[in-house]
Nanobody
Framework: QLQLVESGGGLVQPGGSLRLSCAAS????????IGWFRQAPGKEREGVSC????????YEQDSVKGRFTISRDNAKNAVSLQMNSLKPEDTAVYYC??????????????????WGQGAQVTVSS
C-alpha cells in the first residue's frame, strides 16, 4: 500500500520549534517532488516548502524563509520540515504530498501525487 505518514505536530508557544516528518511506505521517494502544504481555517491550502528528492532543488514560501528548513532523510525514505521561530500565523493543518518530479516546479509536482493525513500545528501562548 502506497502511503505517506506524517508525524511531529503539536502545540508550541510563539518563538518555539517543531519538526514534522513525512515517511513514505510502499514506494521510494527517488524521482519524486515532496512538499509541505498547510491549511488554516477559512483559508486555501498553500505550499510552504517543497523539495526534489533526487537533486535537492527546493522552494520556500517567502513567509517562512529563514525559519523553516526542508530536508531529506535517505535512510528513512522521508522528508522533514524543521520549523523555528514559530508565529501564531503558522497555525494550520500541515500536509505532506509526493508526486513524480518532472516540470521543475517542485510544489506543483508534489500536489499531483499522494497526500498524507495531515498534522495539526498550533502556535499559541
Amino acid at each position: 500500500q502506497l502511503q505517506l505518514v506524517e508525524s511531529g505536530g503539536g502545540l508550541v508557544q510563539p518563538g518555539g520549534s517543531l519538526r514534522l516528518s513525512c515517511a513514505a511506505s510502499g514506494f521510494t521517494l527517488d524521482g519524486y517532488a515532496i512538499g509541505w502544504f498547510r491549511q488554516a481555517p477559512g483559508k486555501e491550502r498553500e505550499g510552504v516548502s517543497c523539495i526534489n528528492y533526487s537533486d535537492g532543488n527546493t522552494y520556500e514560501q517567502d513567509s517562512v524563509k529563514g525559519r523553516f528548513t526542508i530536508s531529506r532523510d535517505n535512510a528513512k525514505n522521508a522528508v522533514s520540515l524543521q520549523m523555528n521561530s514559530l508565529k501564531p500565523e503558522d497555525t494550520a493543518v500541515y500536509y505532506c504530498a509526493a508526486g513524480k518530479a518532472g516540470t521543475g516546479y517542485v510544489c506543483y509536482d508534489a500536489r499531483q501525487g499522494y497526500w498524507g493525513q495531515g498534522a495539526q500545528v498550533t502556535v499559541s501562548s
